[in-house]
């Protein structure tokens, strides 16, 4: 009858308890949705301002949804991580430092 051993114990901590990129990057989508409700809701706020007997009538509503569409625009490309020119460029690899004492 063959002898099992026990499972080795794992190197490193569980990515749970590590505060790593991922943790970053869901505040980051936390953020980018929440400010995303915002410009919605007030620009739904502008247009419900509409009032043909006032003088300004649609004015608030058309604004507010051309100013909108610009910050949603800049909230999805600052999302996607666009760079103007850095398209062709490659990104630069870094070899890894030895691990072992330096001589």
Same mark, same amino acid.
């Given at each position: +009858? /063959?002898? +099992?051993?026990?499972?080795?114990?794992? #190197?490193?901590?569980?990515?749970?308890? +590590? #505060? #790593?990129?991922?943790?970053?990057?869901?505040? *980051?989508?936390? =953020?980018?949705? @929440? %400010?995303?409700?915002?410009?919605?809701?007030?620009?739904? =706020? *502008?247009? /419900? %301002?509409?009032? =043909?007997? @006032?003088? =300004?009538?649609?004015?608030?509503?058309?604004?507010?949804?051309?100013?909108?569409?610009?910050? %949603?625009?800049?909230? %999805?490309?600052?999302?996607?991580? *666009?760079?103007?020119? /850095?398209?062709?460029?490659?990104?630069?690899?870094?070899?890894?430092?030895? /691990?072992?004492?330096?001589?």
């Amino acid at each position: +009858m /063959s002898l +099992m051993a026990p499972p080795q114990p794992p #190197d490193a901590a569980p990515p749970i308890a +590590m #505060d #790593d990129d991922h943790s970053r990057r869901v505040h *980051f989508r936390i =953020w980018q949705v @929440s %400010l995303t409700l915002i410009t919605v809701i007030v620009t739904a =706020w *502008f247009c /419900s %301002l509409l009032n =043909w007997k @006032s003088p =300004w009538g649609a004015l608030p509503g058309i604004v507010a949804i051309v100013v909108a569409k610009h910050v %949603l625009v800049a909230i %999805l490309v600052q999302g996607i991580d *666009f760079h103007l020119g /850095s398209r062709n460029r490659p990104r630069p690899f870094v070899e890894p430092r030895p /691990s072992g004492p330096e001589t």
